[in-house]
């Protein structure tokens, strides 16, 4: 991996929120992973943590990385997401979800394992509090936001539709420093395309008010 590790932490699994285009590319496939309950017209894939395999990694560049063995499942840029990623733990479970440029809401799910012998709730605990400093997450666990009037939610549902919603435009500053670094993790990143696209539009309309 180019970038240097700031902090891993290991997964005992991690499951994928399939739905539409990738539930329909995933029944043409024929990968070693278990399917969950389905549920929303979607349904759940697994991905179990054998041999300390499932790690999820915290980069020196701010980049947050799943990656099981040599394959990345899923890669953000926390500066850059911070307005369209958010999380709800409880005990040893993580829930993500990131809404995408498209509209369309991205979720996965990890479950925590014991490491370094500390357990898998601390271990979670540890995890989230380093996101905190970038992104929203919703810990049950946490009396401070229990007793936190902005933080009560009825259901992780009413979560995900009500608070997810992406604002139109956010500046981020990032250093110049291992350009090149950034820039790779960036194209592993899923929202980074939509948004490059968006970009390419707005520009292409800028241009077009200037000539007329």
């Known amino acids: 991996m180019a970038a240097s590790i700031k902090c891993k932490f290991l997964l005992k699994k ?7 285009e990738e539930l329909k590319s995933f029944s043409e496939q024929n990968e070693e992973t278990e399917i969950l309950d389905e ?21 020196e560049s701010d980049h947050f990385l799943l990656t099981k063995k040599d394959v990345i499942l899923e890669s953000f ?29 991205r979720q996965f799910r990890m479950q925590f394992d014991t490491q370094d012998g500390i357990d898998s709730i601390a271990k979670r605990k540890q995890c989230t ?22 933080n009560k939610i009825s259901s992780i549902d009413e979560f995900l539709l009500d608070k997810m919603l992406c604002r139109k435009g956010y500046s981020v500053s990032l250093s110049k420093e291992n350009l090149k670094q950034i820039l790779t993790l960036c194209l592993t990143d899923n929202t980074f395309p939509a948004y490059v ?16």
């Open 77 to 105: 840029s926390l500066p850059c997401s911070k307005l369209c990623l958010k999380g709800v733990a409880k005990a040893d479970n993580l829930l993500m979800s990131c809404a995408l440029q498209d509209g369309n809401i």
């Open 39 to 59: 549920s929303c017209k979607g349904l759940w894939k697994l991905y179990p943590g054998e041999n300390n395999d499932l790690i999820l990694s915290y980069l």
């Open 197 to 212: 696209a968006e970009v390419d539009k707005m520009l292409k309309n800028m241009e077009n008010i200037g000539e007329s």
């Open 14 to 20: 991690c499951a994928r929120f399939l739905f539409g």
């Open 129 to 150: 509090d380093m996101l905190k400093k970038y992104i929203k997450i919703i810990d049950y666990d946490d009396e401070a936001s229990e007793t936190s009037k902005e």
